[in-house]
C-alpha cells in the first residue's frame, strides 16, 4: 500500500470501513487498489499483506457489492476500485434494506412497550419540560390530572402559565381534573378556563402530588422545598393509567 498516509490514518480508515460494514480483508483489499490502481491479484496481495486467495475472494465480494470492477487483459483478469464516492450509493442501498425490515418486523412482531424514565428538579427545569411535553403532545388530545395541589403546579409555572395554557388551548387539548374537597375553591375559580373540565372527590388527600397522564406517558410531580418530576414514558401504562383514571371520574362529582 501506499506511503503517503501514515499508519495512524490508515487504522483510521480502516476502522471506519468497518464500521460501515466492509470486512477487514475487504477493507485492505479496497484501500490497496485505491493506491495502485487498475493492479492484478499479485499486486494487490503483496500490497495488503493478504494470502493470494483471500485477495481474490475479497475482490469477487467488493466486485458483488459494486466497489471495485475488472478487466481482461491478454486472458488475466486485472482489478480496478470505483471511486470513494460509490460507498455513499452502497450504504443507502444498505440503509434501505434496513429500513424495509424494520417496517416489515413491526408488522409482523408484536414490539415491546420501551419505557423511558426522566426525572428533574426546580421550577426552570419543570417548566422546560411542560414546554417541550406539551408541544409533542398530538393536537385534541387529552391531559388527565388527578391533582392534590392544582395551585401549587400553577405557581411552579411562574409568569409562564399564562403561555402553557394558550399553547395548550391552541392545540385543542382538553385538560381532566380530579381533585380532593380541599381544592373546591381553586376549582371554581379556574371553572372559566376553556378546555377544562373539573370533578371532586367526596375525601380531601395530600397536596404534595399531582399526577398527570398523556397519550404515551405519565408525569408525577412532587412538590417539596423544591419541585421534583419523575417521567415514564409509555403507552401502555399510560393506558392503563388513563383506565384507572376514567374510573375515578366516573364516581367523582
Request: proline share 3%; charged share 25%.
Amino acid at each position: 500500500m501506499s506511503q503517503i498516509i501514515d499508519n495512524s490514518a490508515k487504522d483510521e480508515i480502516f476502522s471506519s470501513l468497518k464500521e460501515l460494514g466492509l470486512s477487514s480483508k475487504e477493507a485492505k483489499v479496497y484501500t490497496s487498489l485505491l493506491s495502485l490502481g487498475e493492479s492484478g491479484s499479485t499486486a494487490i496481495a503483496k500490497d495488503s499483506g493478504l494470502h493470494r486467495q483471500f485477495v481474490y475472494d475479497t475482490l469477487v465480494s467488493l466486485e458483488k457489492k459494486g466497489l471495485t470492477g475488472h478487466t481482461i487483459v491478454k486472458g488475466r483478469k486485472r482489478f480496478f476500485p470505483y471511486p470513494p464516492s460509490k460507498l455513499g450509493g452502497f450504504f443507502e442501498h444498505k440503509k434501505r434494506i434496513a429500513d424495509s425490515v424494520v417496517r416489515q418486523l413491526e408488522k409482523s412482531f408484536l414490539i415491546p412497550d420501551i419505557q423511558e424514565l426522566e426525572s428533574y428538579r426546580g421550577q426552570e427545569a419543570f417548566v422546560a419540560n411542560e414546554f417541550e411535553i406539551l408541544r409533542a403532545a398530538r393536537p385534541g388530545s387529552k391531559m388527565y390530572v388527578l391533582g392534590g395541589s392544582g395551585d401549587e403546579y400553577v405557581k411552579n409555572h411562574g409568569k409562564y402559565f399564562d403561555e402553557y395554557e394558550y399553547q395548550r388551548q391552541k392545540k385543542g387539548i382538553e385538560l381532566l381534573y380530579i381533585g380532593s374537597s380541599s381544592q373546591k375553591e381553586f376549582l371554581r375559580e379556574n371553572n372559566g378556563r376553556p378546555l377544562f373540565k373539573y370533578r371532586l372527590m367526596p375525601i380531601a388527600f395530600t397536596g404534595n402530588l399531582n399526577i398527570t397522564i398523556y397519550d404515551n406517558r405519565i408525569c408525577f410531580y412532587m412538590y417539596g422545598s423544591q419541585i421534583a418530576v419523575f417521567s415514564v414514558k409509555s403507552e401502555r401504562i399510560a393506558k392503563s393509567y388513563t383506565d384507572f383514571f376514567m374510573g375515578l371520574w366516573n364516581i367523582s362529582k
